[in-house]
């Protein structure tokens, strides 16, 4: 009985660093290379066949034809589509993504000089939604098909219903105007970042708790559960020693790939709360048509989703030492 109870949970020490982990890391590394290389590429071509002309929002309507030819060749637009590309990655190479249209800054300085402020927000954003979504997805499992637990289920499912922007509109307008306690926009002070984190934490709570709901009834049902009830060992040590480890996985793939595309940008959010961060500007370029603003966003983002995501991986064999990264999973 007792090899019954600890074998899912209880295995012989391992090391978490192995002799095949720098090759792990390296192809990974390869990999992300590729990834990135990719997206950039894609992007290059589809804002370059997107309608609109980035000369159009910089001479603005009164411009003449003149005018309009004259921006092209000084940015360069008036070359054929395969020499920018040539020119882009020989800027690339030096990490040199040109010179922002809007801004006439280069434009990976303007997006590094963005990104603490969406960063900030996300990791606020990530350990809200992590310290509240766990223990609540812990305690519906826990209470599996009670009225409770049909009660925030349909809480959790509205949360999850509920679109960021009306989210954020409906606290700007009970904690900022009605009752202002928060600012409405910007980021001035601390107290700045409470509701554009919420506005993000409601959604990913929902989602994020229900994961947790989901594994940890299975976790429940399990036989080592059982036979540890029977052995006497309390429910504290079987909920977050033995069901939670073993559910982990999963929820942190979840919580990964949420805070991966949080720092590509809380689009809805950053607009709606005039939040100084990536997503906000991302719009901007857009409506601009501000090719190389564009591009270093996404290179910025993409890097940082690549690395999020590698981390995720190698907390793998910590959470369980039975993964083994590139070679599966121990059986």
Known sequence: MTQQLDAPARRPARRWFTAAMPRYIIRRLGQSLLTVFLTLTTVFVLIRLAPGDPADAIAGPLATTEDLARIRTDLGLDESLFIQYLRYLQGMLHLDLGTSYSFQAPALDVVLGRLPYTITLSVAAILLTTAVAVPLGVWMARRADTRREL?????????????????????????????????????????????????????????????????????????????????????????????????????????????????????????????????????????????????????????LAVLVQLVVDLCYPVLDPRVRLGKGTAK
């Open 151 to 303: 009660a925030a289920n349909a809480v959790t499912i509205t949360g999850q219903s509920m679109p960021d922007f009306w989210t954020g509109l409906m606290l700007i307008t009970l904690f900022a105007v009605l009752i202002p306690v928060f600012p409405a926009a910007g980021f001035t002070t601390w107290s700045s970042l409470v509701l554009p984190t919420v506005t993000i934490a409601v959604l990913q709570v929902a989602l994020i708790s229900r994961m947790v709901r989901r594994e940890m009834v299975g976790a429940f049902n399990s036989p080592y559960i059982i036979v540890g009830r029977a052995r006497g060992v309390s429910e504290r040590e079987l909920i977050w020693r033995y069901a939670m480890r073993n559910s982990a996985i999963p929820v942190l793939t979840a919580l990964g790939t949420r805070f991966a595309s949080m720092l590509n940008g809380v689009v809805v959010v950053e607009v709606v709360f005039a939040w100084p961060g990536v997503g906000s500007l991302v719009v901007r370029a857009l409506e601009t048509r501000d090719y190389p603003l564009i591009q270093a966003t996404v290179l910025v983002t993409a890097v």
